[in-house]
């Protein structure tokens, strides 16, 4: 405590004293990127989370008390318990005949001279958590997804700021198979005729990908106009809005969205719009050829893994160099030839 106010004080001091020499443009400078990191740390704040519930038995007190508490039984009173076959036997006809109820999975062991009574059954499939058939029969929104993955694509819009203020809106979609993002535009003003010049210039990619879409994903903001969903629709692709204020619904753009943040825009300040389509277009083609993905297994969504090195000999010449893109922020690594 004694050495804190002294270093305290000089260090003010030197603020101050450097403080004058400084110009005009400087301290604009040191101002922008102050507000920029502002802006990243306001963005990453989570909410508080209440504070656990206090125990209901003090832990000082539970051994004291442990001694004189009745040992509990080892088996249930009443009838003795369903033998494992018969509970194996009962769980396989819920899982093979999903459309099948209760009183239809009791009915199938007594057919095989199996006696057991329908309270087993439901007690047997309800401790598994196995639901009746009409609730087990019908897909869930995971199930579809994962389904019908090849023909999904998501759109969104997400925005960024200059140095000046202004606000830039970015729009792009990604397919949801092989993770391939696609930076359609950037400005400043986005008008109905932007956005649909946009969606044709989508449609066009994808005739020229060969890609299969059928669903669009998106959320229901008002810049995506009736004319946007119009040549999506005319080209057989359905038009799937999420839920109002349900981001997780468009789980998969939401999280490349806070990817780009976090590995591009947040790390360095954007000059106009100029600037700002440079850097989307260097980091598209880095996300797109070189950056790893879980789901793709560590392969790029337009480059596959290459064949591993396996003979120890191989090793021994392994050469790999870094290149930097967008002044050293974003590195790609690759083995030479």
Known sequence: MLLRLPHLALTNLFAVVRLPPMSDTNKDIEILALRHQL????????????????????????PRHRPTLAPRPTTP??????????????????????SRGYRRIHSEPAMSAIKVAPSTVWEILHRKGIQP??????????????????????????????????????????????????????????????????????VMDLHDAGATTKYLARDRDSRYATAFDTVFENEGIAIVKTGIRVPRMNAIMER???????????????????????????????????????????AAPLRPLPQPIIAPKQLNGLDVRRRDRLGGILHEYQRAA
Do not use: C, M
């Open 77 to 98: 009173p009443g009838r003795p318990p369903t033998h494992r076959r018969i509970q194996t036997l009962v769980q396989r006809l819920a899982r093979e005949s999903p």
């Open 256 to 298: 490349r969205v806070r990817s780009r943040r976090a590995e591009r825009l947040d790390r360095t300040l954007i000059v106009n719009l100029t600037h700002l389509r440079h850097a989307l277009r260097e980091y598209e083609s880095f996300y797109n050829e070189h950056r790893s993905h879980r789901t793709l297994r560590a």
């Open 133 to 202: 058939a009409p609730q087990r029969d019908r897909q869930t929104r995971s199930t579809i997804l994962h389904s019908q993955t090849q023909a999904i694509l998501a759109a969104d819009f997400f925005e960024t700021h200059t140095l000046t203020g202004v606000r830039l809106y970015i729009f792009a979609v990604i397919e949801h198979a092989t993770r391939r993002v696609r930076v359609l535009g950037a400005t400043a003003h986005p008008t109905t005729a932007w956005t649909t010049q946009l969606a044709r210039n989508l």
């Open 39 to 62: 802006v990243v740390l306001q963005r990453q704040i989570d909410k508080p989370t209440p504070p656990a519930q206090a125990a209901t038995t003090p832990p000082g007190r539970l």
